[in-house]
């Protein structure tokens, strides 16, 4: 009852605190399109007004633009025979690289930034408003056993790889706008370049990380009953019963497939990019780069998410600490799975009972005989 | 100014505590004090101690089914890290302008990043399973980790500077190397030149008294 009125009250702060969190969305909007980091990256891919302005024109310009703009048998750029036979050597210019250029600069960067940024506020606003969620009457000191170490062990790998790809993936998009002003442009240099080999080294991992978490934690992620009750009423805040959930809640399910599928998109598109040898063309390449970064940037927000999760409510991390809970956390975060965690305990506990009881029954008759 | 100290009297430094660090060590293995065995001989020392060498990179019948996770990371790790040590072409090129005057055949660039992708993978489930493993977690000492850590930094900075095109990477890279040259002689590091010594004494024990291990 005590558990009921405490997440009834967080509801009540919740629902208090909404207009704060409009509130706090627009000004995050307002402050992003104010920044001067995108702003000035938004002017970047419009490079070319700025040589309009300076009212002097090349008598090469119009050349140039001429064999740019001729298109040979519908595909763009001017083509040309050539005896190198690469892919690609008889396009003598490919504006398709250009247009990526706009794409990358005016949609990718600007946008993911904005996405990024207003993720991190956003869980920051949250952490700030809703504190630290406490375990129901606290700890109570005795533990239950919730993970093996062969879950901790492909979690915790995943979480590595997972933050190095990020960490270096990041640089990689963004350096330019972030690095360059800190570390200047022979520092940003070095660190590109540490930053796309370990990029590429590190990167065939992530699949290795992925396959170990299939392995050690699809057991849990099938869907079950409560599931459907468990997103409608947003993780209990706006059900009134107490939510008896599994081993794990839908929320935590759906974190597993995002990070599932987004990582399956991830090996993908980065295999593609790091053998591009089998006649792949300049589009495909592109694309690949932008579904990389996409799927990314998503995969970074949902973890940055978990991490929310975790600092927020308190307890969540111990089981990736020693593998057990607080019986007190159990009961009130996944009461189904502590049920049939204890029935099943105690089953056994029976069985080694009636086992050890028929086998001294036994022995004391075979002395008696 | 720092290059010049990390390409100069740092590497020297650090080559020396190597060298005589690892000699004193083997030498205080070989001339320490034994106890003597006055036990009557059932068998010969000398192949007990050389079975015991090879043996032991089998794992016990008994135990294989437990140690799954350790035995193929710990494979992984040495054979990736041995791989990368004596066979990359950066490594070999240097072994043969500073120390040898020869060299010997290399792994292709893709096979470079397959031998560092495979060490890198066992490395990180080797200390991640004495982190989370509660029995390797209580027999680990501080020096253990640090050993893990050290080396995953030796490689890593290798693997940064993979292009050679930055002299910073490749003195970051040196100057890990030297850490690790530094710290190698005091630590459990030393197991990469005691495993022969150690299993030999353990069979020519074993040899002598006519166990077969």
């Known amino acids: 009852m005590d558990a009921l009125k405490r997440s009834s009250k967080t509801i009540t702060s919740l629902n208090v605190n909404l207009s704060l969190l409009v509130c706090f969305i627009v000004i995050i909007f307002a402050m992003l399109s104010f920044s001067p980091v995108f702003a000035a990256e938004g002017k970047l891919g419009n490079s070319n007004t700025a040589t309009h302005q300076l009212g002097v024109k090349s008598p090469a310009t119009d050349l140039w633009r001429a064999v740019r703009n001729r298109d040979f048998g519908g595909s763009k750029g001017m083509s040309s025979t050539s005896q190198i036979k690469s892919l690609g050597a008889n396009t003598f210019i490919n504006v398709k690289g250009q247009e990526w250029r706009k794409f990358r600069q005016n949609w990718l960067l600007p946008y993911g930034g904005y996405f990024l940024v207003s993720v991190v506020g956003f869980l920051f606003f949250l952490y700030v408003v809703i504190k630290k969620v406490k375990i129901p009457n606290g700890r109570s000191g005795k533990s239950v056993s919730r993970l093996s170490t062969m879950q901790r062990v492909s979690h915790w790998f995943m979480v590595i790889l997972i933050g190095f790809m990020a960490l270096t993936g990041l640089l990689l998009l963004f350096g330019r706008l972030v690095a360059i002003p800190v570390l200047g442009l022979d520092g940003f240099a070095f660190v590109a370049s540490a930053s796309k080999e370990s990029h590429n080294v590190f990167g065939p991992l992530v699949i290795v990380s992925l396959l170990l978490m299939l392995i050690y934690f699809i057991q849990h992620n099938w869907p079950a009953k409560g599931d459907i009750k468990w997103l409608f009423s947003l993780g209990g805040l706006l059900s009134k019963k107490h939510l008896k959930i599994g081993f794990f809640n839908a929320g935590e399910k759906l974190l597993f497939w995002f990070t599932i599928w987004l990582g399956v998109v991830l090996s993908i598109t980065g295999l593609l990019l790091l053998f591009p040898y089998y006649e792949q063309t300049e589009a495909y390449t592109q694309l690949a780069i932008a579904i990389h970064a996409i799927a990314a940037l998503l995969l970074i927000a949902i973890a940055f998410a978990h991490v929310w999760m975790v600092v927020t409510i308190e307890g969540t991390m111990d089981a990736m600490k020693d593998g057990n809970v607080d019986e007190n956390w159990a009961k009130y975060h996944h009461s189904r799975w502590y049920e049939e965690t204890t029935v099943a305990n105690k089953a056994l506990d029976v069985d080694a009972h009636v086992e050890e009881m028929s086998s001294s029954e036994s022995r004391k008759e075979g002395v008696y005989q | ?213």
């Open chain 2, 1 to 213: 100014m720092i290059a010049n100290f990390i390409d100069g009297p740092l590497w020297y430094f650090s080559q020396a505590v190597f060298a005589i660090g690892i000699i004193w060590k083997i030498l205080s293995l070989i001339v320490g004090k034994k106890k003597s065995d006055l036990s009557v001989a059932r068998g010969s020392s000398v192949p007990g101690a050389i079975r015991t060498i090879f043996s032991r990179f089998i794992p016990d019948k008994g135990m294989a089914s437990h140690i799954k996770l350790q035995i193929i990371a710990g494979y992984l790790f040495h054979l990736g890290l041995f791989a990368l040590l004596f066979f990359a072409a950066p490594h070999v090129r240097f072994l043969d302008e500073n120390f040898l005057g020869f060299s010997w055949i290399t792994l292709p660039h893709w096979g470079f990043i397959v031998a560092a992708q495979v060490a890198f993978l066992g490395l990180l489930l080797l200390f991640l399973h004495r982190l989370m493993h509660q029995v390797t977690r209580l027999i680990s000492s501080t020096g253990d980790y640090l050993a893990s850590i050290i080396t995953f930094i030796v490689m890593l900075t290798g693997c940064l500077a993979l292009l050679e095109e930055f002299s910073e990477l490749r003195l970051l890279h040196r100057f890990s190397v030297e850490i690790f040259l530094i710290y190698f002689p005091f630590s459990s590091l030393m197991h990469a030149f005691t495993f022969v010594p150690s299993r030999a004494f353990t069979g020519a024990w074993f040899g002598r008294r006519g166990i077969k291990s």
